[in-house]
């Protein structure tokens, strides 16, 4: 075929022939979709030697995000919708050519899901699609749970642990497709042990910061330490909420743990009459109200709150309970004492001891997935993923030991003597480091083994 007006010279003023004898076999090509790796071969016959191919510049530019190589391939991924016109040329040893005109699309269908990250087995999950044509259908194309789909999008988790994508395609065959990671819930542990054990409520959503930046106190500290971008907003990106969930089940298991119990939140043998309940968001959270109590005894939480503090130096303040009070609120003010432990206040002093890279790279969108497989329990598959969950057990752990400190004066723990180990919970003088072992000595575990339950609870 012979369109002289795409030819271009090569060499030294020897103009390629157009001919009959290399020929474009390639009749079509497949569509792309944004955001997935797009691959097609373009082939021809009848050459002398090698080939080249280019695109003409008598058509049009290919999607942005897709390119063709010397050798005939069209590769990339997509990153724009887009309907075109190429013209696309092959050239032989002999500088014999052939060209065709190509019609290509590309097309961003976007799946939008009703809950983010991982769920736990038997959850709903509604999707919708928009950005294609009409006539949307829903399929799974890897399904490890056992779940199911049906074509109005609506989504249940099988029983299985696993990875399940969901496909949305519009009527055109345009698609996108989006991973539910299915597992046990991270805080199935932490339920309230009524009747038997003290119950607390850690509280993460408050604001007491004279001029906040964030929607609560707790993602300030988070967006400092590098776990939350500096200018995001609201509830933040999907990575950024997986990034606030993994530091707050790291510091509940490291405060179930110094209390005697599991790191999963559930009691063990041995271990004190305290039971802790997860955040609110969650299946196992349930918030109490500001009182910190819920119905009639026993139903009754004590609370503490992580929240901005104005002293510095100090990092906490509780009630020192020797009174027959049912129910702890460590939450606010009484009085001239500021209640609650001060995260404002801890992470400078954490951060001066686990230097790390996410003060000037923080949590971004590319982090979800390992965030999420971090949540669910899962190892650091890479150096990345070593140093957020590093950075988020790190300081769970001391953050917990702050909680466990104030929340032993609540149930009327006096401080340990000053020349005591870094260690020992009680101490006035807790050494912040990354990988101390915090434990409460002797004396105030026998304390808290005759104390717990408190009062009336």
């Known amino acids: ?14 103009p390629p022939v157009v001919s009959d004898e290399v020929q474009i076999q390639t009749q079509t090509l497949d569509q792309g979709n944004v955001g997935f790796t797009y691959f097609q071969e373009v082939t021809a016959a009848g050459a002398t030697g090698a080939y080249s191919w280019w695109v003409s510049t008598s058509g049009d530019d290919l999607p942005a995000g897709i390119s063709l190589t010397g050798n005939g391939e069209l590769t990339g991924t997509p990153t724009e919708a887009a309907a075109r016109t190429v013209v696309i040329v092959v050239q032989d040893a002999n500088s014999t050519l052939d060209l065709r005109s190509f019609r290509i699309e590309t097309r961003d269908v976007e799946l939008t899901a009703s809950a983010q990250g991982a769920v736990i087995p038997g959850a709903s999950v509604s999707f919708t699609a928009s950005g294609g044509s009409a006539g949307y259908t829903f399929t799974l194309t890897a399904n490890q749970s056992g779940g199911t789909i049906d074509n109005t999008g609506s989504y249940t988790a099988g029983g299985q642990n696993g990875i399940d994508v969901v496909r949305a395609m519009d009527g055109d065959g345009f698609f996108d497709e989006q991973a539910v990671t299915v597992g046990q819930d991270p805080f199935a542990g932490f339920q309230p042990i009524w009747g038997s054990s003290d119950v607390w409520w850690v509280s993460w959503d408050v604001v007491y910061h004279p001029a906040p930046t964030f929607g609560t106190d707790f993602d300030e500290v988070l967006a400092f330490l590098g776990l939350r971008g500096s200018a995001s907003t609201g509830l933040g990106t999907d990575a950024e909420q997986l990034a606030r969930f993994l530091v707050i089940r790291r510091t509940l298991g490291h405060l179930s743990t ?11 043998a041995g271990g004190l009459s305290l039971s802790l309940v997860g955040p609110s968001g969650t299946t196992e959270g349930t918030t109490p109200p500001v009182a910190g109590s819920q119905g009639a005894a026993p139903f009754r939480f004590s609370t503490i709150c992580v929240r901005h503090g104005s002293s510095s130096g100090i990092l906490g303040t509780a009630y020192v309970d020797f ?15 500021t209640l609650g432990v001060f995260a404002n206040q801890l992470a400078p002093l954490y951060r001066s001891v686990f230097r790390n890279t996410l003060e000037n790279d923080p949590v971004v969108n590319s ?7 971090l949540l669910f329990g899962n190892p650091p598959a890479d150096s990345r993923e070593t140093e957020l969950f590093e950075l988020a057990d790190g300081f769970g752990r001391v953050l917990a030991a702050v909680l466990a400190h104030e929340i032993g004066h609540s149930l009327g723990l006096n401080h340990s003597d000053p020349s005591g180990g870094n260690w020992d919970i009680m101490n006035a003088g807790l050494t912040i480091g990354q990988n101390i072992q915090y434990t409460f000595n002797a004396t105030h575990l026998a304390e808290l083994q005759t104390s717990l339950p408190g009062p009336n609870r």
């Open 1 to 14: 075929m012979a369109f002289l007006a795409a030819c271009s010279s090569s060499g030294e003023g020897t």
């Open 258 to 268: 110094y209390y005697g119990n599991g790191m999963d939140g559930n009691p063990l």
């Open 323 to 337: 009174s027959n009070n049912s129910v702890e609120h460590n939450c606010g003010t009484s009085g001239d004492s």
């Open 367 to 373: 982090d979800e997935d390992g965030l999420r497989r």
